[in-house]
């Protein structure tokens, strides 16, 4: 297990992959905002590596979660561990053709794009927290990295939204990247 992610954590610093890609401004780190223009590379320039974090804040502590993917002419690969007290998982890399990798980045996309509307319950000190990053391209290497923050409030129904139908990307994301880990892990 230990060589697994000492192999994870050379293919993501090859890749570029790491908080300090992130610009620094002040001493703190400054995300873009989510747009069709910085995330075309996920869909156009192969190979992809993605990374997404997403810890839970709360009153018992939170969780750390990481869920892994690359994308490659040849296939894909994820893997990750998910930290939900009820169904943790953990995945070592595990293959995927190429098409279900593109699938999963087309939904971490389609989760990063949507426009987000505001929670029932705002102003929650517990918080979802979704940091996503990413590398792309062969020739020239693009990287990214995007952070959304979503109070934990009520119960959402696997797509990011609420019981009242409001979305939230951090939700939405962790979502997605929760969903791939478990189909990938049976």
């Known amino acids: 297990m230990r060589r697994v992610f000492q192999r994870l954590t050379v293919v993501f610093a090859v890749a570029g992959l790491s908080a300090a890609q992130a610009t620094a401004v002040g001493g703190v780190f400054e995300y873009e905002e989510p747009s069709e223009a910085l995330l075309r590379c996920l869909s156009e320039d192969l190979p992809v590596a993605v990374k997404v974090d997403y810890p839970v804040s709360d009153c018992d502590g939170g969780s750390q979660s990481t869920f892994y ?59 979802y927290i979704t940091i996503v990053e990413w590398a792309c391209g062969a020739v020239e290497t693009k990287r990214g990295i995007v952070e959304f923050r979503a109070p934990i409030c009520s119960l959402h129904d696997g797509d990011g939204t609420d019981a009242m139908g409001s979305y939230a990307r951090a939700i939405g994301v962790r979502d997605v990247a929760v969903k791939a880990l478990r189909q990938a892990h049976r």
């Open 69 to 127: 993917l690359k994308v490659t002419q040849s296939g894909a690969e994820v893997s990750g561990r998910g930290d939900d007290r009820f169904e943790p998982v953990k995945l070592s890399p595990r293959k995927l053709s190429r098409a279900e990798g593109e699938r999963i980045l087309q939904a971490l996309t389609r989760a990063m794009l949507r426009g987000e509307t505001d929670l029932s319950c705002s102003g929650k000190s517990a918080n």
